[in-house]
């Protein structure tokens, strides 16, 4: 039996790399995203926390001024925080799906490949058998041709 070689399989390699490629940059986007969904759960922690404290700072006694003007002033920086983590978010996550839809391009491009190394694996064995087949036919009907002319 002949040794069956595809001839696009430096191609279906190169393919297949691609694919991993493609598979590791999707992975980094999402290791980037979870880093600003992080972000952005601590800084909502720190924002409520911050409420807190000027709530507790404008309980009954005395008013301290100049720690609620110091938390004013936090408060607005926290919420450009917020305003600038939402945007990278939004940007992140466009960042995602456009490498996820690589992804899925590259996957079909490498299964492309496959089914139709598999398509010619199959039609290369189906000749195989066939010219099996036709091999073993004729030692059969040379074995009778000797045991009838003997």
């Known amino acids: 039996m002949?040794?069956?070689?595809?001839?696009?399989?430096?191609?279906?390699r190169l393919?297949?790399?691609a694919r991993d490629q493609r598979r590791s940059q999707?992975?980094?986007?999402?290791?980037?995203?979870?880093?600003?969904?992080?972000?952005?759960?601590q800084l909502s922690a720190d924002l409520a926390?911050?409420?807190?404290?000027?709530?507790?700072?404008?309980g009954p006694g005395e008013l301290d001024l100049d720690r609620l003007l110091v938390a004013r002033r936090y408060e607005v920086t926290l919420r450009a925080e917020q305003r600038d983590l939402a945007e990278k978010h939004e940007a992140v996550r466009?960042?995602?799906?456009r490498r996820?839809?690589?992804?899925?391009?590259?996957?079909?491009?490498?299964?492309?490949?496959e089914l139709l190394r598999d398509r010619q694996l199959a039609q290369h064995r189906e000749t195989e058998r066939i010219r099996q087949i036709k091999e073993l036919d004729e030692v059969?009907?040379?074995c009778r041709r000797e045991e009838v002319e003997p």
């Open 15 to 17: 393919r297949e790399s």
């Open 2 to 12: 002949s040794k069956f070689k595809f001839r696009l399989a430096t191609l279906l």
């Open 49 to 58: 926390d911050l409420m807190r404290q000027c709530r507790d700072a404008a």
């Open 140 to 142: 059969a009907g040379r």
């Open 26 to 41: 999707l992975a980094e986007a999402y290791q980037a995203e979870e880093a600003i969904v992080e972000q952005r759960r």
């Open 94 to 97: 466009a960042e995602v799906d």
């Open 100 to 113: 996820r839809l690589a992804l899925v391009e590259a996957n079909r491009s490498v299964r492309v490949l």
